[in-house]
């Protein structure tokens, strides 16, 4: 694969960033990747790994030079590091996201951009229950979708260049508008965390199942939910004030539905379970035909699963 940017810079280094980074040595894209976290810590252990050509003690330092800014941090952030990096942009540069919000990244950030910085927000569909900087892996965007989501008027050759960074760290990349993009993330990763995030906490309150029967005796489905429930609080937290109107129209619908499956086990009518439990099967079926998971899936535990 071809150098697709001079310079990068990756602000936040958690997952997503160390992964992108050795994507990104993995396949040659950049010449030289600098990084900065806030953290004293974060940046610490960047050094030791090696993650990042140069880690640097200020975001404007790690910007300055880049052809390519590559936000990283919680959504709710987005704006403030904008306007502490944009004096320090190059002209023609391109700054971009991982946010797993749009429209909000959207208004945040572009009025803090220089005339002449492109914006083109982006949303790597990938992730694991893992955090920080020790995270990442070269393979985690490898048959994954990125979405990007370029303002209007956006510059069709720094997209076309954007596109191909993406697509040489192993994605398939498709463009969205914001508003469809937050659309189609609450009903694909928002609500189902949160509705991960109400059932573990269920089982907390439900004090007639004690603690250790829920961790003895967790039955594959609960095992599960408490993988999504392990995710990081602060980029969830985000993602619910951000994304508040297409989260709350999803669970809207989510609740008609729970009510429905009540009342079709309250009066015994087997007949509307089978039929629903038969369509949604459908779905997963339709999940691994399109390669983005396998018939037994491991969910991040290592060895067959039992």
């Not at 030289?32 to 960047?46: H, L, N, P, Q």
């Not at 990042?52 to 200020?58: K, M, P, Q, Y």
């Not at 951009?113 to 995270?135: D, M, N, Q, W, Y």
């Not at 995710?231 to 009510?259: C, H, Q, Y």
């Amino acid at each position: 694969m071809a150098q697709v940017y001079g310079r990068v810079a990756l602000i936040g280094l958690g997952l997503i960033a160390s992964s992108l980074f050795w994507a990104i040595k993995r396949g040659g894209l950049a010449g030289e990747v600098t990084g900065y976290a806030r953290s004293d810590e974060t940046r610490a252990t960047a050094r030791e790994i090696g993650l990042c050509d140069r880690v640097c003690d200020t975001a404007a330092e790690a910007v300055a030079g880049a052809d390519l800014v590559v936000l990283c941090v919680p959504v709710g952030v987005m704006g403030a590091v904008a306007a502490e990096i944009a004096p320090h942009l190059a002209p023609g540069a391109t700054v971009t996201d991982v946010g797993s919000v749009k429209a909000d990244v959207i208004a945040q950030v572009g009025p803090h951009l220089p005339k002449g910085v492109h914006f083109i927000p982006g949303h790597p569909l990938a992730g694991t229950e893992h955090s920080g900087p020790r995270s990442g892996f070269a393979e985690l965007f490898d048959n994954r979708w990125c979405l990007l989501v370029p303002v209007e008027g956006t510059d069709v050759e720094a997209i076309a260049r954007l596109r191909a960074l993406w697509e040489g760290a192993g994605a398939h990349v498709e463009e969205m508008d914001a508003e469809h993009h937050d659309l189609v993330l609450a009903v694909t990763s928002h609500a189902p965390h949160l509705i991960a995030y109400t059932m573990v906490g269920v089982a907390d309150d439900l004090r007639r199942v004690t603690d250790s029967e829920v961790i003895k005796y967790s039955a594959a489905g609960f095992r599960d939910f408490t993988r999504i429930a392990a995710s990081d609080p602060t980029m969830w937290r985000d993602v619910f004030l951000t994304n508040k109107d297409a989260t709350l129209e999803i669970l809207g619908r989510f609740t008609e539905e729970l009510f429905a499956l009540q009342r079709a086990i309250r009066t015994g009518d087997g007949d509307h379970l089978h039929a629903y439990f038969t369509r949604t099967r459908a779905i997963r079926r339709g999940i691994i035909e399109a390669g983005q998971d396998t018939d037994a899936p491991n969910f991040g535990r290592g060895g067959p699963k039992p």
